[in-house]
């Protein structure tokens, strides 16, 4: 199925700025608000834009937006259409606003579009756009989507998880995953023991078994490089946890797997 992007661009605006599409907005309009502030007014209703919050607006949407004069705003925005975005916004309920994380990973992804879209039209490769596209929309809705707390556990125990699945192989402590949701030691370990029925370092340390398992089938990394390259700092160390959680050594492991 087909995606266009029209436009993919940053602004930063310092002196007030108006643009309004009473008639309807011509396409989809994805808009993240990064710093300051801004005023937007969708279907009628008016809003605040603060960072990290992310406006969606679908094509016949009323669409205004103020930067009041004194007033700093900085959004990355991309307008877009095609059958594969059709298909992905109407499979989901997609809010106006929701405030999501500015992770870096979806800003280089909207960034590296901007990239391609800079390049003389001789030279773009559409069909990289179209994948780096689908690629930032479902990032867009996995960030929408983390943030309104779910059956299992609320937001703050996703934020957890995403920071720890991120950073497991490296020497990830409590205390960072503490910080980066936003908590106390101890209400993050209270908070996630509770909600995921396992301490924070026994999920971590999941991610680096699951790692390890990976790289014993699909790589030719000796045992004491996939002990280091997962995180568990010396082979011992691993060759203990890893013996403890499957009932044989890492090195029988793999020998059954070959």
Not at 51 to 80: F, M, R, T, W
Not at 190 to 219: C, N, P, V
Not at 225 to 248: E, R, S
């Amino acid at each position: 199925m087909t995606t266009n992007i029209l436009f993919c661009g940053y602004s930063y605006h310092t002196n007030g700025y108006h643009s309004q599409h009473k008639s309807g907005y011509p396409s989809y309009l994805f808009r993240l608000q990064t710093e300051g502030l801004c005023e937007v007014v969708v279907k009628g209703r008016k809003m605040e834009l603060r960072k990290g919050d992310l406006l969606l607006i679908k094509p016949g949407d009323h669409y205004e937006l103020l930067v009041k004069a004194g007033q700093n705003s900085g959004d990355y925005h991309l307008v877009c259409e095609g059958a594969w975005v059709d298909d992905w916004w109407n499979r989901s309920v997609k809010p106006d606003v929701s405030r999501i994380d500015l992770d870096e990973k979806l800003l280089a992804l909207w960034h590296h579009i901007m990239i391609e879209k800079r390049r003389p039209s001789s030279s773009q490769n559409e069909e990289l756009s179209g994948y780096l596209l689908r690629a930032l929309c479902l990032s867009l809705e996995r960030a929408v989507n983390e943030t309104v707390p779910s059956f299992h556990h609320p937001y703050t125990v996703t934020r957890m998880m995403r920071y720890i699945e991120e950073h497991a192989t490296l020497a990830i402590r409590v205390e960072d995953v503490a910080r980066h949701a936003g908590l106390s030691v101890s209400r993050s370990v209270h908070l996630f023991k509770s909600s995921i029925g396992k301490t924070i370092m026994e999920y971590a340390q999941e991610i680096r078994l699951s790692a390890a398992i990976e790289r014993m089938k699909y790589t030719t990394m000796t045992l004491e490089q996939i002990a280091v390259d997962c995180g568990f700092g010396t082979y011992p160390y691993f060759h203990k946890v890893f013996k403890k959680k499957y009932g044989l050594a890492p090195g029988s492991y793999r020998r059954l797997e070959y």
